[in-house]
């Protein structure tokens, strides 16, 4: 390790003497020497001010840099995010063709057209809608309302089934909301 002090020691001193050799820093030199002893502390003082500016300029504007540039990755991010969130719900289940922020009872005579379920009569109530079936076959009017649930988030908030005189045939009645 001392070999390597020694070498790096001796090329500084050969930089020195070659920069000694170059005009302009022989006269820089002589003008320096020229001056008065508060003058030269003063010019030492400015002359480290001034390379130390340069060492932190050198290290911290890179990070500056580098700053502006995550921030900008950043904004793109959250717009790309934002976007997302705002059309999450075009992605979440359902069938795509039919809008499940569309008003619950729009929704429920679409569906029952879809499923082939005949509604005996409908009665919106505030938020919900009261429904009859009659004669409807039980497994049918399971699974729509099951898909009303699943793909439209319309839930069922109340239902009394009675047996029909057919079997496997119900009257239904059912209040449901969104």
Not at 137 to 163: C, H, M, P
């Amino acid at each position: 390790m001392n070999k390597n002090v020694i070498k790096l020691q001796e090329k500084w001193q050969a930089l020195i003497l070659d920069a000694n050799k170059i005009p302009a820093v022989t006269a820089s030199k002589q003008w320096f020497e020229r001056q008065s002893e508060r003058d030269q502390k003063i010019l030492k003082a400015l002359a480290g001010f001034v390379g130390l500016c340069v060492i932190i300029l050198m290290f911290i504007q890179p990070f500056y840099s580098k700053q502006a540039l995550y921030e900008a990755k950043l904004d793109k991010s959250i717009a790309v995010y934002e976007q997302l969130a705002k059309n999450a719900h075009k992605f979440q289940g359902g069938s795509g063709s039919s809008d499940s922020s569309a008003p619950i009872l729009a929704l429920i005579t679409k569906q029952a057209k879809i499923a082939q379920i005949n509604l005996k009569r409908f009665e919106p109530d505030d938020q919900n809608l009261r429904i009859w079936l009659d004669d409807v076959a039980f497994d049918n009017a399971a699974r729509w309302l099951e898909t009303l649930t699943r793909d439209y988030g319309i839930n069922v908030k109340q239902i009394s089934v009675e047996r029909s005189d057919k079997n496997g045939r119900v009257d239904l009645r059912a209040t449901l909301y969104k």
